[in-house]
Protein backbone atom coordinates (compact mmCIF):
# COMPACT_ATOMS: atom_id res chain seq x y z
CA UNK A 1 0.00 0.00 0.00
CA UNK A 2 0.90 3.57 -0.42
CA UNK A 3 1.40 4.81 3.27
CA UNK A 4 2.53 8.59 2.52
CA UNK A 5 2.60 10.93 -0.33
CA UNK A 6 4.02 14.15 -0.46
CA UNK A 7 4.12 16.50 -3.59
CA UNK A 8 6.03 19.86 -4.08
CA UNK A 9 5.81 22.26 -6.90
CA UNK A 10 3.52 20.99 -8.60
CA UNK A 11 -0.01 22.60 -10.40
CA UNK A 12 -1.29 24.98 -7.13
CA UNK A 13 0.35 22.57 -5.20
CA UNK A 14 3.54 24.19 -3.09
CA UNK A 15 4.10 21.27 -0.73
CA UNK A 16 1.55 19.07 1.01
CA UNK A 17 1.66 15.56 2.40
CA UNK A 18 -0.78 12.94 1.93
CA UNK A 19 -0.98 10.35 5.21
CA UNK A 20 -2.93 7.88 3.55
CA UNK A 21 -4.48 4.44 5.26
CA UNK A 22 -5.74 0.84 4.19
CA UNK A 23 -8.93 1.02 3.19
CA UNK A 24 -10.73 3.88 1.73
CA UNK A 25 -9.45 7.44 1.76
CA UNK A 26 -11.41 9.99 0.00
CA UNK A 27 -9.82 13.53 -1.31
CA UNK A 28 -12.60 16.20 -2.05
CA UNK A 29 -12.29 20.07 -2.24
CA UNK A 30 -13.44 22.96 -4.24
CA UNK A 31 -13.06 23.27 -8.08
CA UNK A 32 -10.00 24.65 -8.82
CA UNK A 33 -8.52 23.37 -5.26
CA UNK A 34 -6.20 21.17 -6.98
CA UNK A 35 -7.78 17.51 -6.41
CA UNK A 36 -6.63 16.62 -9.94
CA UNK A 37 -2.85 17.93 -8.83
CA UNK A 38 -3.10 14.61 -6.76
CA UNK A 39 -4.05 12.01 -9.43
CA UNK A 40 -0.92 13.72 -11.76
CA UNK A 41 1.42 13.76 -8.56
CA UNK A 42 0.69 9.75 -8.39
CA UNK A 43 0.89 9.51 -12.16
CA UNK A 44 4.48 11.19 -12.37
CA UNK A 45 5.52 8.86 -9.22
CA UNK A 46 4.46 5.75 -11.21
CA UNK A 47 6.35 6.60 -14.40
CA UNK A 48 3.58 8.77 -16.27
CA UNK A 49 4.40 11.34 -18.82
CA UNK A 50 5.76 14.22 -17.31
CA UNK A 51 3.79 17.61 -18.47
CA UNK A 52 6.82 20.43 -17.53
CA UNK A 53 4.20 23.25 -18.00
CA UNK A 54 2.83 21.80 -14.82
CA UNK A 55 5.76 22.81 -12.67
CA UNK A 56 5.31 25.73 -10.63
CA UNK A 57 7.88 28.88 -11.68
CA UNK A 58 9.39 28.58 -7.98
CA UNK A 59 11.15 26.71 -7.26
CA UNK A 60 11.33 25.56 -10.62
CA UNK A 61 10.88 21.89 -10.24
CA UNK A 62 8.22 19.51 -9.10
CA UNK A 63 8.97 16.44 -6.76
CA UNK A 64 6.67 13.74 -5.77
CA UNK A 65 7.49 11.43 -3.30
CA UNK A 66 5.88 8.38 -1.87
CA UNK A 67 6.66 5.58 0.56
CA UNK A 68 5.13 2.36 -0.65
CA UNK A 69 5.15 -0.77 2.15
CA UNK A 70 5.30 -3.80 -0.13
CA UNK A 71 2.77 -6.78 1.36
CA UNK A 72 0.78 -9.09 0.18
CA UNK A 73 0.78 -11.50 -3.21
CA UNK A 74 2.97 -9.18 -5.31
CA UNK A 75 5.47 -8.11 -2.14
CA UNK A 76 7.83 -10.47 -3.16
CA UNK A 77 8.15 -9.90 -6.79
CA UNK A 78 7.93 -6.47 -6.73
CA UNK A 79 11.02 -6.51 -3.95
CA UNK A 80 12.89 -8.79 -6.08
CA UNK A 81 12.79 -6.44 -9.27
CA UNK A 82 13.34 -3.58 -7.19
CA UNK A 83 16.69 -5.35 -5.08
CA UNK A 84 17.81 -6.81 -9.04
CA UNK A 85 17.82 -3.16 -10.32
CA UNK A 86 20.62 -2.18 -7.73
CA UNK A 87 18.00 -0.65 -4.75
CA UNK A 88 17.44 -1.17 -1.36
CA UNK A 89 14.08 -2.27 0.37
CA UNK A 90 13.83 -0.64 4.22
CA UNK A 91 14.00 -3.42 6.79
CA UNK A 92 10.08 -3.02 7.38
CA UNK A 93 9.50 -3.91 4.12
CA UNK A 94 8.76 0.31 2.75
CA UNK A 95 10.64 1.55 -0.06
CA UNK A 96 10.96 5.29 -1.23
CA UNK A 97 9.76 6.32 -4.64
CA UNK A 98 10.92 10.27 -6.03
CA UNK A 99 10.30 11.75 -9.31
CA UNK A 100 11.62 14.92 -10.06
CA UNK A 101 10.17 17.33 -12.80
CA UNK A 102 11.92 20.40 -14.06
CA UNK A 103 10.43 23.69 -15.56
CA UNK A 104 12.44 23.07 -18.59
CA UNK A 105 11.56 19.39 -19.01
CA UNK A 106 14.11 16.85 -17.92
CA UNK A 107 12.88 14.28 -15.33
CA UNK A 108 14.67 12.25 -12.61
CA UNK A 109 13.55 8.99 -10.83
CA UNK A 110 14.66 7.57 -7.79
CA UNK A 111 13.84 4.24 -6.21
CA UNK A 112 15.41 3.08 -2.70
CA UNK A 113 17.45 5.97 -2.74
CA UNK A 114 19.59 5.25 -5.77
CA UNK A 115 18.83 6.90 -8.91
CA UNK A 116 17.02 5.08 -11.98
CA UNK A 117 15.10 5.15 -15.32
CA UNK A 118 11.79 6.53 -15.29
CA UNK A 119 10.70 3.25 -17.03
CA UNK A 120 11.32 1.67 -12.80
CA UNK A 121 8.87 3.29 -11.61
CA UNK A 122 6.91 2.47 -14.39
CA UNK A 123 7.46 -1.28 -13.65
CA UNK A 124 6.70 -1.15 -10.13
CA UNK A 125 3.32 1.21 -10.89
CA UNK A 126 2.02 -1.56 -13.01
CA UNK A 127 2.47 -4.19 -10.12
CA UNK A 128 1.19 -2.26 -7.55
CA UNK A 129 -1.53 0.35 -8.32
CA UNK A 130 -4.51 1.12 -10.98
CA UNK A 131 -5.10 4.20 -11.65
CA UNK A 132 -9.01 5.13 -13.28
CA UNK A 133 -10.05 8.17 -14.31
CA UNK A 134 -12.61 9.58 -16.86
CA UNK A 135 -10.04 9.20 -19.43
CA UNK A 136 -9.98 5.32 -18.58
CA UNK A 137 -13.88 5.49 -19.15
CA UNK A 138 -13.50 6.53 -22.72
CA UNK A 139 -10.68 3.96 -23.09
CA UNK A 140 -13.17 1.08 -22.47
CA UNK A 141 -14.98 2.31 -25.63
CA UNK A 142 -12.53 1.16 -27.89
CA UNK A 143 -12.58 -2.59 -29.04
CA UNK A 144 -9.04 -3.58 -28.05
CA UNK A 145 -9.79 -2.16 -24.52
CA UNK A 146 -12.50 -4.48 -24.26
CA UNK A 147 -10.76 -7.87 -25.53
CA UNK A 148 -7.80 -6.69 -23.27
CA UNK A 149 -10.32 -6.28 -20.50
CA UNK A 150 -11.90 -9.72 -21.00
CA UNK A 151 -8.77 -11.39 -21.52
CA UNK A 152 -7.73 -10.11 -18.23
CA UNK A 153 -10.80 -11.71 -16.57
CA UNK A 154 -10.11 -14.87 -18.31
CA UNK A 155 -7.26 -15.71 -16.03
CA UNK A 156 -3.84 -16.79 -16.35
CA UNK A 157 -3.95 -20.19 -18.15
CA UNK A 158 -5.67 -18.26 -20.83
CA UNK A 159 -3.28 -15.46 -21.18
CA UNK A 160 -0.75 -18.58 -21.45
CA UNK A 161 -2.97 -19.85 -24.07
CA UNK A 162 -3.10 -16.03 -25.13
CA UNK A 163 0.63 -15.48 -25.43
CA UNK A 164 1.37 -19.21 -27.45
CA UNK A 165 -1.12 -17.77 -29.80
CA UNK A 166 0.20 -14.50 -30.36
CA UNK A 167 3.78 -16.43 -30.76
CA UNK A 168 2.60 -18.85 -33.58
CA UNK A 169 0.89 -15.76 -35.05
CA UNK A 170 4.04 -13.77 -35.58
CA UNK A 171 5.73 -17.31 -37.12
CA UNK A 172 3.61 -17.61 -39.35
CA UNK A 173 3.17 -13.80 -40.79
CA UNK A 174 6.97 -14.31 -40.53
CA UNK A 175 7.02 -17.19 -43.41
CA UNK A 176 3.88 -15.24 -45.16
CA UNK A 177 5.26 -12.52 -45.81
CA UNK A 178 8.97 -13.70 -46.95
CA UNK A 179 7.28 -15.79 -49.19
CA UNK A 180 5.26 -13.42 -50.58
CA UNK A 181 8.26 -10.78 -51.15
CA UNK A 182 10.61 -13.90 -52.46
CA UNK A 183 7.66 -14.51 -55.25
CA UNK A 184 6.93 -10.45 -55.55
CA UNK A 185 10.37 -9.49 -56.36
CA UNK A 186 11.94 -12.54 -57.52
CA UNK A 187 13.61 -10.28 -60.46
CA UNK A 188 15.32 -7.81 -58.14
CA UNK A 189 16.22 -10.77 -55.70
CA UNK A 190 18.22 -12.59 -58.54
CA UNK A 191 20.00 -9.50 -59.63
CA UNK A 192 21.33 -8.92 -56.66
CA UNK A 193 22.16 -12.41 -55.82
CA UNK A 194 24.67 -12.22 -59.34
CA UNK A 195 26.23 -8.91 -58.07
CA UNK A 196 26.90 -10.99 -55.18
CA UNK A 197 28.09 -14.10 -56.65
CA UNK A 198 30.89 -11.87 -58.60
CA UNK A 199 31.98 -10.42 -55.58
CA UNK A 200 32.50 -13.86 -53.64
CA UNK A 201 34.23 -15.21 -56.63
CA UNK A 202 36.60 -12.48 -56.80
CA UNK A 203 37.20 -12.60 -53.04
CA UNK A 204 37.14 -16.56 -52.90
CA UNK A 205 40.11 -16.88 -55.59
CA UNK A 206 42.21 -14.47 -53.77
CA UNK A 207 41.29 -16.31 -50.70
CA UNK A 208 42.21 -13.47 -48.13
CA UNK A 209 43.36 -14.28 -44.44
CA UNK A 210 42.51 -11.89 -41.40
CA UNK A 211 45.11 -9.76 -40.67
CA UNK A 212 47.07 -10.37 -43.68
CA UNK A 213 47.85 -7.31 -45.49
CA UNK A 214 49.00 -6.01 -42.43
CA UNK A 215 51.66 -8.96 -41.89
CA UNK A 216 52.63 -8.75 -45.80
CA UNK A 217 53.37 -4.63 -45.00
CA UNK A 218 55.65 -5.57 -41.87
CA UNK A 219 57.23 -8.37 -43.77
CA UNK A 220 57.66 -6.43 -47.28
CA UNK A 221 59.18 -3.39 -44.83
CA UNK A 222 62.00 -5.96 -43.71
CA UNK A 223 62.78 -7.38 -47.11
CA UNK A 224 63.47 -3.85 -48.34
CA UNK A 225 65.22 -2.70 -45.47
CA UNK A 226 67.26 -6.31 -45.41
CA UNK A 227 70.80 -4.69 -46.21
CA UNK A 228 70.64 -1.99 -43.68
CA UNK A 229 69.16 -4.55 -40.99
CA UNK A 230 71.90 -6.93 -41.67
CA UNK A 231 74.27 -4.32 -41.13
CA UNK A 232 73.38 -2.95 -37.75
CA UNK A 233 72.62 -6.53 -36.07
CA UNK A 234 76.18 -7.70 -37.51
CA UNK A 235 77.83 -4.51 -35.96
CA UNK A 236 75.35 -4.66 -32.39
CA UNK A 237 76.77 -8.07 -32.53
CA UNK A 238 80.40 -7.66 -33.05
CA UNK A 239 80.18 -4.53 -30.21
CA UNK A 240 78.60 -6.95 -27.47
CA UNK A 241 81.25 -9.90 -28.82
CA UNK A 242 84.54 -8.04 -27.85
CA UNK A 243 85.40 -4.91 -30.61
CA UNK A 244 85.03 -4.03 -34.55
CA UNK A 245 88.78 -4.02 -35.78
CA UNK A 246 90.01 -6.39 -33.10
CA UNK A 247 88.14 -8.67 -31.02
CA UNK A 248 90.35 -11.16 -30.07
CA UNK A 249 92.54 -7.85 -28.52
CA UNK A 250 89.61 -6.45 -27.05
CA UNK A 251 87.46 -8.22 -24.15
CA UNK A 252 83.72 -8.49 -25.18
CA UNK A 253 81.31 -6.75 -23.07
CA UNK A 254 80.57 -10.12 -20.58
CA UNK A 255 83.99 -10.29 -19.94
CA UNK A 256 84.06 -6.70 -18.52
CA UNK A 257 80.89 -7.28 -16.89
CA UNK A 258 82.56 -10.62 -15.40
CA UNK A 259 85.58 -8.49 -13.95
CA UNK A 260 84.06 -5.69 -12.47
CA UNK A 261 81.60 -7.99 -10.90
CA UNK A 262 84.21 -10.16 -9.14
CA UNK A 263 86.36 -6.49 -8.23
CA UNK A 264 83.45 -5.84 -6.14
CA UNK A 265 82.75 -8.74 -4.54
CA UNK A 266 86.15 -9.18 -3.08
CA UNK A 267 85.05 -5.64 -0.99
CA UNK A 268 81.77 -6.72 -0.34
CA UNK A 269 82.94 -7.78 3.40
CA UNK A 270 83.88 -4.51 4.10
CA UNK A 271 80.40 -2.28 2.81
CA UNK A 272 77.69 -4.54 2.06
CA UNK A 273 76.20 -2.41 -0.69
CA UNK A 274 78.73 -3.31 -2.81
CA UNK A 275 77.44 -6.73 -3.25
CA UNK A 276 74.27 -5.57 -4.29
CA UNK A 277 75.33 -3.96 -7.22
CA UNK A 278 77.68 -7.01 -7.94
CA UNK A 279 74.32 -9.17 -8.35
CA UNK A 280 72.83 -6.27 -10.45
CA UNK A 281 76.27 -6.68 -12.69
CA UNK A 282 75.71 -10.49 -12.84
CA UNK A 283 71.78 -9.77 -14.19
CA UNK A 284 73.36 -7.27 -16.83
CA UNK A 285 75.97 -9.88 -17.90
CA UNK A 286 73.09 -12.64 -18.42
CA UNK A 287 70.61 -10.23 -20.26
CA UNK A 288 73.74 -9.10 -22.57
CA UNK A 289 74.67 -12.51 -23.32
CA UNK A 290 70.61 -13.16 -24.19
CA UNK A 291 70.57 -10.30 -26.30
CA UNK A 292 73.88 -11.57 -28.64
CA UNK A 293 72.31 -15.19 -28.80
CA UNK A 294 69.31 -13.44 -30.02
CA UNK A 295 71.01 -11.21 -32.58
CA UNK A 296 72.96 -14.34 -33.84
CA UNK A 297 69.58 -16.38 -34.80
CA UNK A 298 68.19 -12.94 -35.75
CA UNK A 299 71.00 -12.95 -38.92
CA UNK A 300 70.46 -15.93 -39.55
CA UNK A 301 66.74 -15.73 -40.32
CA UNK A 302 67.38 -12.43 -41.94
CA UNK A 303 66.22 -13.33 -45.69
CA UNK A 304 67.00 -10.75 -48.85
CA UNK A 305 65.17 -13.19 -51.37
CA UNK A 306 64.30 -10.84 -54.48
CA UNK A 307 61.75 -13.66 -55.47
CA UNK A 308 59.98 -13.31 -51.96
CA UNK A 309 59.59 -9.77 -52.51
CA UNK A 310 58.08 -9.63 -55.69
CA UNK A 311 55.53 -12.38 -54.69
CA UNK A 312 54.61 -9.93 -52.12
CA UNK A 313 54.55 -7.29 -54.01
CA UNK A 314 51.91 -9.11 -56.51
CA UNK A 315 49.50 -11.05 -53.11
CA UNK A 316 49.33 -7.02 -51.93
CA UNK A 317 48.20 -5.75 -55.42
CA UNK A 318 45.38 -8.72 -55.62
CA UNK A 319 44.51 -7.79 -52.11
CA UNK A 320 44.14 -3.77 -52.88
CA UNK A 321 41.80 -4.53 -55.25
CA UNK A 322 39.34 -6.12 -53.31
CA UNK A 323 40.18 -3.21 -50.05
CA UNK A 324 39.17 -0.97 -53.12
CA UNK A 325 35.67 -2.24 -53.98
CA UNK A 326 34.34 -4.04 -50.58
CA UNK A 327 36.14 -2.37 -47.67
CA UNK A 328 38.48 -0.57 -45.91
CA UNK A 329 40.72 -3.75 -45.15
CA UNK A 330 40.91 -7.38 -45.50
CA UNK A 331 39.04 -7.95 -42.35
CA UNK A 332 36.84 -6.10 -44.01
CA UNK A 333 36.55 -8.01 -46.92
CA UNK A 334 35.97 -11.21 -45.02
CA UNK A 335 33.27 -9.91 -43.41
CA UNK A 336 31.57 -8.41 -46.33
CA UNK A 337 31.88 -11.85 -47.79
CA UNK A 338 30.19 -13.65 -44.35
CA UNK A 339 27.09 -11.06 -45.12
CA UNK A 340 26.90 -11.50 -48.66
CA UNK A 341 26.83 -15.50 -48.39
CA UNK A 342 23.75 -14.96 -45.73
CA UNK A 343 22.20 -12.30 -47.73
CA UNK A 344 22.39 -14.92 -50.69
CA UNK A 345 20.58 -17.24 -48.50
CA UNK A 346 17.45 -14.49 -48.11
CA UNK A 347 17.98 -13.96 -52.01
CA UNK A 348 16.86 -17.42 -52.61
CA UNK A 349 14.17 -17.32 -54.81
CA UNK A 350 14.55 -21.40 -56.40
CA UNK A 351 11.72 -23.32 -56.33
CA UNK A 352 12.77 -25.78 -53.62
CA UNK A 353 12.52 -23.12 -51.11
CA UNK A 354 9.30 -21.64 -52.22
CA UNK A 355 7.71 -24.93 -51.73
CA UNK A 356 9.58 -25.33 -48.26
CA UNK A 357 8.67 -21.81 -47.13
CA UNK A 358 4.85 -22.92 -48.47
CA UNK A 359 4.43 -26.01 -46.52
CA UNK A 360 5.98 -24.11 -43.37
CA UNK A 361 3.33 -21.31 -44.28
CA UNK A 362 0.10 -24.13 -44.47
CA UNK A 363 2.06 -26.21 -41.11
CA UNK A 364 1.74 -22.77 -39.48
CA UNK A 365 -1.64 -21.67 -40.81
CA UNK A 366 -3.22 -24.66 -38.86
CA UNK A 367 -1.83 -23.72 -36.14
CA UNK A 368 -2.84 -20.45 -35.71
CA UNK A 369 -6.17 -21.48 -36.84
CA UNK A 370 -6.13 -24.08 -34.14
CA UNK A 371 -5.30 -21.76 -31.38
CA UNK A 372 -7.38 -18.92 -32.51
CA UNK A 373 -10.39 -21.27 -32.27
CA UNK A 374 -9.05 -22.16 -28.43
CA UNK A 375 -8.88 -18.44 -27.66
CA UNK A 376 -12.59 -17.48 -29.16
CA UNK A 377 -13.83 -20.52 -27.06
CA UNK A 378 -11.93 -19.46 -23.95
CA UNK A 379 -13.60 -16.00 -24.49
CA UNK A 380 -16.74 -17.16 -24.90
CA UNK A 381 -16.80 -18.70 -21.72
CA UNK A 382 -15.61 -15.97 -20.16
CA UNK A 383 -17.77 -13.14 -21.71
CA UNK A 384 -20.66 -14.84 -20.37
CA UNK A 385 -19.12 -15.22 -16.55
CA UNK A 386 -17.79 -11.76 -16.77
CA UNK A 387 -21.31 -9.91 -18.42
CA UNK A 388 -23.14 -11.56 -15.79
CA UNK A 389 -20.89 -10.74 -12.24
CA UNK A 390 -20.78 -7.19 -14.00
CA UNK A 391 -24.34 -7.41 -14.58
CA UNK A 392 -24.73 -8.37 -10.62
CA UNK A 393 -23.00 -5.18 -9.73
CA UNK A 394 -25.20 -3.16 -11.78
CA UNK A 395 -27.86 -3.79 -10.01
CA UNK A 396 -26.46 -2.96 -6.91
CA UNK A 397 -25.74 0.38 -8.42
CA UNK A 398 -28.74 1.56 -8.88
CA UNK A 399 -29.10 -0.09 -12.40
CA UNK A 400 -31.33 -3.04 -11.21
CA UNK A 401 -32.81 -3.62 -14.59
CA UNK A 402 -29.64 -3.05 -16.52
CA UNK A 403 -27.68 -5.95 -17.96
CA UNK A 404 -24.27 -6.00 -19.92
CA UNK A 405 -23.65 -8.38 -22.21
CA UNK A 406 -20.25 -9.01 -23.96
CA UNK A 407 -20.30 -10.45 -27.85
CA UNK A 408 -17.39 -12.37 -29.20
CA UNK A 409 -17.25 -11.92 -32.88
CA UNK A 410 -15.48 -12.14 -35.80
CA UNK A 411 -12.58 -10.66 -36.72
CA UNK A 412 -12.93 -8.16 -39.93
CA UNK A 413 -9.74 -8.66 -42.06
CA UNK A 414 -7.27 -5.44 -42.71
CA UNK A 415 -6.17 -4.46 -45.89
CA UNK A 416 -3.91 -6.77 -47.97
CA UNK A 417 -3.97 -9.15 -44.51
CA UNK A 418 -3.70 -12.96 -44.75
CA UNK A 419 -7.15 -15.04 -43.86
CA UNK A 420 -6.68 -18.67 -43.03
CA UNK A 421 -9.43 -20.61 -44.72
CA UNK A 422 -11.76 -17.19 -44.21
CA UNK A 423 -10.48 -16.99 -40.40
CA UNK A 424 -8.91 -13.31 -39.78
CA UNK A 425 -6.37 -13.74 -37.88
CA UNK A 426 -4.84 -11.06 -36.12
CA UNK A 427 -2.26 -10.33 -33.79
CA UNK A 428 -4.95 -10.82 -30.78
CA UNK A 429 -6.64 -13.65 -31.90
CA UNK A 430 -9.52 -13.88 -34.24
CA UNK A 431 -12.18 -12.70 -32.48
CA UNK A 432 -13.43 -8.79 -31.88
CA UNK A 433 -15.02 -8.13 -28.54
CA UNK A 434 -17.92 -5.57 -28.12
CA UNK A 435 -19.29 -4.57 -25.25
CA UNK A 436 -22.80 -4.05 -24.98
CA UNK A 437 -25.89 -2.56 -22.63
CA UNK A 438 -29.20 -3.16 -22.40
CA UNK A 439 -30.15 -0.56 -20.30
CA UNK A 440 -34.02 -2.04 -19.02
CA UNK A 441 -35.55 -4.91 -20.65
CA UNK A 442 -36.82 -4.69 -23.64
CA UNK A 443 -34.24 -2.53 -24.64
CA UNK A 444 -31.99 -3.20 -28.00
CA UNK A 445 -28.25 -3.96 -26.88
CA UNK A 446 -26.47 -0.99 -27.70
CA UNK A 447 -22.63 -1.10 -27.69
CA UNK A 448 -21.82 0.98 -24.20
CA UNK A 449 -20.17 4.14 -26.67
CA UNK A 450 -24.03 4.35 -28.02
CA UNK A 451 -26.15 3.04 -25.36
CA UNK A 452 -24.89 4.24 -22.14
CA UNK A 453 -25.23 8.09 -20.58
CA UNK A 454 -22.24 9.74 -18.75
CA UNK A 455 -23.25 8.31 -15.37
CA UNK A 456 -24.36 4.89 -16.68
CA UNK A 457 -20.56 4.57 -18.30
CA UNK A 458 -19.35 6.06 -14.47
CA UNK A 459 -21.07 2.73 -12.99
CA UNK A 460 -20.12 0.47 -15.69
CA UNK A 461 -16.32 1.37 -15.24
CA UNK A 462 -16.63 1.10 -11.42
CA UNK A 463 -18.44 -2.85 -11.67
CA UNK A 464 -16.18 -3.44 -14.30
CA UNK A 465 -13.54 -2.80 -11.40
CA UNK A 466 -15.29 -4.79 -8.78
CA UNK A 467 -15.47 -7.57 -10.82
CA UNK A 468 -11.59 -7.45 -11.26
CA UNK A 469 -10.52 -6.75 -8.03
CA UNK A 470 -12.63 -10.54 -6.88
CA UNK A 471 -9.69 -11.48 -9.69
CA UNK A 472 -6.63 -9.74 -7.94
CA UNK A 473 -4.56 -7.12 -9.66
CA UNK A 474 -2.88 -4.33 -8.14
CA UNK A 475 -3.62 -3.75 -4.49
CA UNK A 476 -4.04 0.05 -4.31
CA UNK A 477 -6.94 0.84 -6.83
CA UNK A 478 -7.58 5.34 -7.38
CA UNK A 479 -10.50 6.47 -8.96
CA UNK A 480 -10.75 9.75 -10.68
CA UNK A 481 -13.98 11.52 -10.22
CA UNK A 482 -15.82 8.27 -12.19
CA UNK A 483 -18.95 9.28 -10.16
CA UNK A 484 -19.41 12.14 -12.68
CA UNK A 485 -22.65 12.41 -14.10
CA UNK A 486 -23.92 10.33 -10.86
CA UNK A 487 -26.03 11.56 -7.55
CA UNK A 488 -28.69 10.32 -5.73
CA UNK A 489 -28.80 6.33 -4.83
CA UNK A 490 -26.43 5.55 -7.23
CA UNK A 491 -24.35 7.82 -5.84
CA UNK A 492 -24.90 5.99 -2.33
CA UNK A 493 -24.23 2.71 -4.28
CA UNK A 494 -21.34 3.47 -5.94
CA UNK A 495 -19.52 4.77 -2.03
CA UNK A 496 -20.84 1.67 -0.62
CA UNK A 497 -18.88 -0.18 -3.41
CA UNK A 498 -15.77 1.31 -3.22
CA UNK A 499 -15.61 0.53 0.64
CA UNK A 500 -16.55 -3.03 -0.81
CA UNK A 501 -13.52 -2.79 -2.39
CA UNK A 502 -11.58 -1.20 0.26
CA UNK A 503 -12.12 -4.64 2.58
CA UNK A 504 -9.35 -5.82 0.67
CA UNK A 505 -7.15 -3.06 -1.19
CA UNK A 506 -6.29 0.38 -0.75
CA UNK A 507 -8.60 2.74 -1.90
CA UNK A 508 -8.11 6.25 -3.29
CA UNK A 509 -11.12 8.21 -4.86
CA UNK A 510 -11.43 11.86 -5.47
CA UNK A 511 -14.72 12.65 -5.93
CA UNK A 512 -17.50 15.35 -5.71
CA UNK A 513 -20.15 13.22 -4.15
CA UNK A 514 -20.69 13.26 -0.07
CA UNK A 515 -22.46 10.31 -0.83
CA UNK A 516 -19.30 8.76 -1.68
CA UNK A 517 -16.82 10.31 0.84
CA UNK A 518 -19.29 9.55 3.51
CA UNK A 519 -17.96 6.20 3.14
CA UNK A 520 -13.71 6.83 3.49
CA UNK A 521 -11.95 5.18 6.58
CA UNK A 522 -9.32 8.30 5.69
CA UNK A 523 -11.16 11.89 4.68
CA UNK A 524 -8.58 14.28 2.90
CA UNK A 525 -9.42 17.70 1.86
CA UNK A 526 -7.86 19.68 -0.84
CA UNK A 527 -8.07 23.87 -0.05
CA UNK A 528 -6.43 27.01 -1.66
CA UNK A 529 -4.86 29.21 0.37
CA UNK A 530 -5.67 32.77 -1.62
CA UNK A 531 -3.93 34.65 1.14
CA UNK A 532 -0.64 35.24 -0.55
CA UNK A 533 0.32 37.23 -3.69
CA UNK A 534 0.18 33.16 -5.08
CA UNK A 535 -2.56 30.89 -5.07
CA UNK A 536 -1.97 27.80 -3.59
CA UNK A 537 -3.01 24.37 -2.40
CA UNK A 538 -2.84 22.15 0.28
CA UNK A 539 -4.08 19.15 1.78
CA UNK A 540 -5.30 18.27 5.55
CA UNK A 541 -7.25 15.33 7.06
CA UNK A 542 -10.54 16.48 8.75
CA UNK A 543 -12.06 14.06 11.41
CA UNK A 544 -15.48 14.36 13.63
CA UNK A 545 -17.02 17.71 13.46
CA UNK A 546 -14.49 19.55 10.72
CA UNK A 547 -15.73 16.29 8.35
CA UNK A 548 -19.12 17.31 8.84
CA UNK A 549 -18.99 21.01 7.82
CA UNK A 550 -17.15 19.40 4.49
CA UNK A 551 -19.59 17.38 3.65
CA UNK A 552 -22.66 19.91 4.33
CA UNK A 553 -20.29 22.28 2.12
CA UNK A 554 -19.97 18.96 -0.87
CA UNK A 555 -24.06 18.56 0.08
CA UNK A 556 -25.34 22.68 0.05
CA UNK A 557 -22.03 24.84 -0.09
CA UNK A 558 -23.20 25.69 3.47
CA UNK A 559 -20.16 24.11 5.85
CA UNK A 560 -22.09 26.70 8.51
CA UNK A 561 -25.70 25.33 8.36
CA UNK A 562 -26.66 23.81 11.06
CA UNK A 563 -29.30 21.71 8.54
CA UNK A 564 -26.36 20.89 6.25
CA UNK A 565 -23.93 19.46 9.20
CA UNK A 566 -26.99 17.68 10.62
CA UNK A 567 -27.54 15.92 7.07
CA UNK A 568 -24.04 15.63 7.00
CA UNK A 569 -23.80 13.48 10.24
CA UNK A 570 -26.83 11.55 9.50
CA UNK A 571 -25.00 10.60 6.15
CA UNK A 572 -22.26 9.47 7.98
CA UNK A 573 -23.86 7.55 10.60
CA UNK A 574 -25.54 6.01 7.74
CA UNK A 575 -22.26 5.36 5.84
CA UNK A 576 -20.89 3.87 9.02
CA UNK A 577 -23.69 0.97 9.39
CA UNK A 578 -23.56 -0.23 6.39
CA UNK A 579 -19.45 -0.39 6.38
CA UNK A 580 -20.31 -2.38 9.50
CA UNK A 581 -23.18 -4.64 8.77
CA UNK A 582 -20.69 -6.14 5.83
Known amino acids: MLEELRITGLGVIDDTTLKLTTGMNAITGETGAGKTMVVTGLGLLFGGRADAGRVRADPGRAVVEGR ?20 EVDDDGSVLLSRT ?33 QSDQLRLLRPAEQRAALDRYAGPDHEKLLETYRQAYTQWRSVVDDLADRRRNA ?116 DADPARLEAIYE ?45 ERLRLAGQVAELAGRLTAARTEAAGRFADQVSVELAGLAMP ?129 TGGAITTSGVRIVEETERARELARMLAGLPDSDLGIAHAEELLAVADREKHSG
Do not use: C
Open 401 to 529: HARVEIGVLPRSAGRDEPVIDGLAAGPDGADEIELRLIAHPGAPALPLQKGASGGELSRVMLAIEVVFAGAGGPPTLVFDEVDAGVGGQAAVEIGRRLARLARTHQVLVVTHLPQVAAFADRHLVVAKD
Open 68 to 87: LRLAGHLAGAVQARIVDAGA
Open 315 to 359: RRAALRSLTRKYADDIDGVIAWAEHARTRLADLDTSDDLLDELDK
Open 101 to 133: VTIEGRSRAHVGGRGMPVAMLGEVGEQVVAVHG
Open 187 to 302: RERNQEADLLKLGLDEISRVNPQPGEDDELRAEVQRLEHAEGLRTAASLAAQVLAGGVEAADETPDATLLLGTARRTLEAQAGVDPALSELAARLEEAATLIGDVSAELSGYLDRL
